[in-house]
C-alpha cells in the first residue's frame, strides 16, 4: 500500500527539527594561566624587535598558534587530545575555546587559559578544577 504525501512530509521535517545533542565529558584538570608578555609566551625584545626565544624568528605578540589573537576565551591544550575548536567550561573563569597550544602543555589533564595582563594570570595560579570538556 503506498504511503499518503503528508505522512512523508510530516516524517522530513521531524528529521529536521530533532536537536543535536552534544557530547560532553568532565575531566579533572590542572589550569594555569598565561598572558601574551615575553615570561608567559617565551620571547624577548632585543633589539625592539620581539622574536621567539627558540627559532629566533619574529613574533607576533598575542596570535595564537592557530592564528587568531589571544583574547578572553583563548586556551592553551595538547593538540594531540584536544583540537582546535574544542570548547571547555572552567569553574570560576568561563567558556573557553582550544586556539593555542605549548611546550609545557603536556597531556589530556592539562590546560592553560588566557589573561590580558600578567598580574591576572599570576593572579588565577594553578587551580585543579572539573573542567566539562564539549565534543
Not at 90 to 108: E, L, N
Not at 109 to 129: C, D, K, S
Request: net charge positive.
Amino acid at each position: 500500500m503506498p504511503m499518503r504525501p503528508s505522512v512523508v512530509a510530516l516524517l522530513v521535517v521531524h528529521t529536521f527539527l530533532t536537536p543535536i545533542i552534544a557530547r560532553s565529558e568532565v575531566v579533572r584538570m590542572k589550569v594555569t594561566a598565561y598572558c601574551a608578555c615575553g615570561k608567559c609566551c617565551g620571547w624577548s625584545n632585543r633589539g625592539g624587535v620581539p622574536k621567539d626565544h627558540r627559532t629566533g624568528k619574529r613574533k607576533v605578540v598575542g596570535k595564537t598558534s592557530s592564528g587568531v589573537m589571544a583574547g578572553k576565551g583563548t586556551a592553551a591544550a595538547d593538540l594531540r587530545y584536544y583540537g582546535y575548536g574544542t570548547k571547555m567550561n572552567i569553574p570560576g573563569y568561563g567558556t573557553v575555546r582550544i586556539q593555542d597550544k605549548g611546550s609545557a602543555i603536556t597531556g589530556k589533564t592539562r590546560i592553560e587559559i588566557f589573561f590580558p595582563t600578567h598580574r591576572q594570570a599570576l593572579r588565577w595560579g594553578v587551580r585543579y578544577l572539573n573542567v566539562e570538556v564539549q565534543r
